[in-house]
């Protein structure tokens, strides 16, 4: 195996730097845990916009070697909640960056003039982007393709313009379709003045045991190839949950009021690939290609027939959030919404969440026509929400503002908290399965679904319960087991493919030696302890973990949840988390 390299990038003064971090990924297995060690080096009450605080880009031994693995993990301090920053995408990125030599790629500073950076084999530029800076992140993309041509894997990460106004949703976009979504990763590189990251090279790495290689790599294509899931993810893509979440009252809708949508069929996986699915993608070394693009026509002019065709992806979180979450069953509609969300750079969820508390909130009387502007707010009213995203774009006003500061912060300000539906300070995704889908959130370290997929706990306990105690252990064993998948940083779409025992086959086959499943275990609690004592250290605490108020009054999938017993497992999952703080390495206890 090659020897691990960090390329350090410094905005403020253009000058780079590259060290070996092997002894990082020796303890630390690669990807998120090499990052969370290094974000851990960074003072904790740094501002998350500061030009101090870190932008880490970092891969693992499997990136670019095995089938599936796919991602890139971002770490950084999120502006969103104020800790943890941590998000994954697929795309070309961890193949472009194996390609160019470097695991990690971190990014601090703040360029004195709007700027993006080419990274390849031989060479770090700090180019001008005045004439990118207010292009889309669509368009940032496609003129980049042609200012940067590469013979190599290349890869573009970029942002919109919410991204440039340092909106605290904003996202990152990786090559056409893929997003460093959550957290605001977005914002923090608007905040250095960076509007894109190019990275590119075609270095490969000698294979030592070549017959080992080629055996494991066999095995996890074969596995990939005739997986029933993964043909799942292949066909109808995650869109394929939309009905039956629906079917069992876990499809949120209408802002979390219930969790049966009654237009599901219209806008679920089947609709949307019989109608409007136009071409699959996949991400560089995935055999599965589950990116389900669909196309969606503009009209350029109302007075000329002259139309412009854009392709967009849909994933079930997407159609949850412009779909039944605000109660649109039209297609189209949603999709017309996703292509200015996807333009503007926004988090879909985030975005999404947010304007569905603005309905529930001038509905109750929090919000008037005054803050609104004369717009009234109903579920159902596409052409309404139209109008809100293009008022947030062009900062219309105070309120619309807000807006892209996401679902609490506006609660906070104009009323509604009841109505926010964040946990942790990061707006929900789609999945209103009950108990253990919430717990998720909450206590995951990047209080995302895919944490811990709680979600996926509800529903194989539906009609068979279990008790709370036994069931949030299981959750946490999950979070805990993800820190090492996440280190590899594997599509977690094959998570059932890189069990334990593949994964100290693959290490092995790699040449790294002395793994075996005690030291996962451990190396896995060591990073999961190592990001709460970040989070901690930024102010987080269990304890402050509340259930949003609604969602103690409604029914989700798997039965009424309430405040009470949603804390009592939070406390629980929290003595958990206690239990193994004594894996902390001594430099960060
Ligand atoms: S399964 Fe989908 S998200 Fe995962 S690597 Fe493949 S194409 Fe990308």
Known sequence: MPTFRLLDIDLTTGTTRVSDVSDRFEKYLGGTGVATSLLLETPAGLDPLAPEAPVIFAIGPFSAVFPVVTKTVALFKSPLTGNLGESHAGGRLAMAMYGAGFHVIRLTGRAAFPCYVTVDEDRVEVHRAHSLWGSSALAAERILRDHEPSSFKRSIVRIGPAGERCSPIAAATVDSSRHF???????????????????????????????????????IYEAVVNSPAMK??????????????SRINGLPTRNFSQGFFEGAADISGETFA??????????????????????????????????????????????????????IQNPEEVLRLLLQVEKEGWDAMSIGVTLAWAVDAFQAGHLTAKETDGLVLNFGDAATYDKMLHRIKAGHNGFYRDLEKGAVFCAKKYGGQECAIAFGGNEAPGYMTGLFAYLGYATGVRHSHLDSAGYSIDQKVLNEPKPDEELVQGLYKESVWRMALNSLVICLFARNIYTKEAVLEGLAALGLTGWDEARLNATARRIHAMKLRYK??????????????????????????????????????????????GELPAEYR
């Open 232 to 245: 799942k993810y292949h066909d109808l893509g995650t869109a394929m949950n939309v009905m039956p979440l």
């Open 536 to 581: 901690e250290r930024c102010g987080f605490r269990f304890d402050d973990l509340a259930l949003p108020g609604k969602l103690a009054r409604v029914i989700s999938g798997n039965g009424q949840v309430t405040s009470e017993r949603f804390a009592r497992q939070v406390a629980a999952y929290r003595d958990l988390a206690a239990k193994d703080a």
């Open 181 to 219: 979504g959550r957290l605001g990763l977005g914002g923090v590189m608007g905040s250095k003045n960076l509007k894109a990251l190019v990275v590119s090279g075609g270095r490969y790495w000698p294979v030592t045991e070549k017959g080992k290689y080629n055996a494991f790599y066999q095995k």
């Open 274 to 327: 019989e109608k409007h699915l136009t071409q699959h993608l996949a991400c560089g070394h995935c055999q599965t290609g589950c990116i389900h693009m669909a196309t969606l026509r503009e009209r350029f002019d109302p007075e000329e027939h002259q139309y412009k065709t854009f392709k967009i992806s849909y994933d079930h979180e997407l159609v949850y959030a412009f779909g039944s979450n605000l109660s």
